[in-house]
């Protein structure tokens, strides 16, 4: 076929529905049992009214409801968008690897393999959390979890909390904490940076240049709240009134039952690590994508070290705007190497 597609989130989404538009051949791999990308697995005490908002996938308006979880609104939206467009989604099948082969690239998994001229990688983040080493992690006693496990301040009634990362994840769960949980401390490595004034078209083509910068240096990509600031949404909003976000630095240790910071110490029953995710690329390695930066030299969607192979939802297309841009400009450009010469 003309293409293979993995991942079925936002980004593999917009890039199915453009190479439909171009009348190319593909299929899209999803690694879930059901639609929605990796917001079927938020926490269902996000909701729906707190976003900042979801751009539309291309064709097909998003009106959410005025309530509701987030993670289930969505993926009724991805759901249906997979039907009103007839996409051709298979899952579950998780992608272990793909490889060279003579005019394209071959896509294996445990389900199948699936032979095409180009590979659109839309896999995003959310299965692979980022976990910081910190001294004493392994001897502390209480809970330890990560974001992505996080599914709303009943676990931690009566708990002192500990919240550690300075992004949009941290301040969800310090919005919801305070009042549930005992205690709730912050710690970030840096202090945050709040954004203020709204997220302009302009703002947004800056945030932009400066990831694309880094991609195309071969670097790794930053975290998006390291480019764009904490923006003044209603999540940090009602973070702000429940009084929250007062930081603290990062602790010097961990101990089996708290924190130390400069000799003194704290206790707590809990850690939640919101510090970040990174690009789900393990089955990409046979191609020997990274450069010596650590990162992957990209050209527009396409990796320089393949130009088969197109990122969306990578560096600068990281963001639901961004992995829509992305998904047209991937299909335009396999199109063009379909051509005959």
Partial sequence: ??????????????????????????????????????WQHRSPSLSVASLHGIFDL???????????????VVADYFARYERDFALA????????????????????????????????????????????????????????LHYADYRGPSDFAGRRVLVVGGGHSAVHVLSELP????????????????????????????????VEERVAAGLPPRSVVSVTGLGSTSIVRTAL???ALHRRPMFDRLV????????MFEPYDAIIWATGFRAALNHLSPLRLR???????????????EPRLHLVGYGPSASTVGANRAGRA????????????
């Fill in 291 to 305: 450069e010596p930066g650590g990162g992957i030299r990209m050209a527009g969607t396409r990796t320089v070290r």
């Fill in 89 to 144: 989604v298979l899952r579950p099948v998780v992608v272990d690897a793909v490889r060279r082969v003579p005019g394209g690239l071959l896509v294996s998994s445990p389900a199948g393999s699936w032979t095409a001229a180009a590979v659109v990688n839309a896999t995003g983040t959310w299965t692979r959390p980022y976990w910081p080493v910190y001294p004493g992690a392994a001897e502390f006693r209480g809970r330890q």
């Fill in 58 to 72: 291309p064709g097909l308006h998003f009106e959410p409801p005025a309530t509701g979880p987030a993670a289930s």
């Fill in 330 to 341: 991937a299909a335009r450009e396999i199109a063009t190497l379909l051509q005959p010469v």
């Fill in 1 to 38: 076929m003309d293409a293979v597609v993995i991942g079925a989130g936002q980004a593999g989404l917009s890039a199915a529905y453009a190479l439909r538009r171009r009348g190319l051949s593909f299929v899209v791999l999803d690694a879930d049992s059901a639609p929605g990308g990796a």
């Fill in 179 to 210: 009042g549930v949980a005992s205690a709730v401390q912050w710690v970030t490595r840096r202090g945050p940076d709040f954004h203020e004034g709204p997220f302009t078209e302009n703002y947004g083509r800056q945030v932009v240049a400066r």
């Fill in 256 to 263: 089996p039952d708290g924190a130390v910071w400069d000799g």
């Fill in 241 to 243: 009134e429940k009084g």
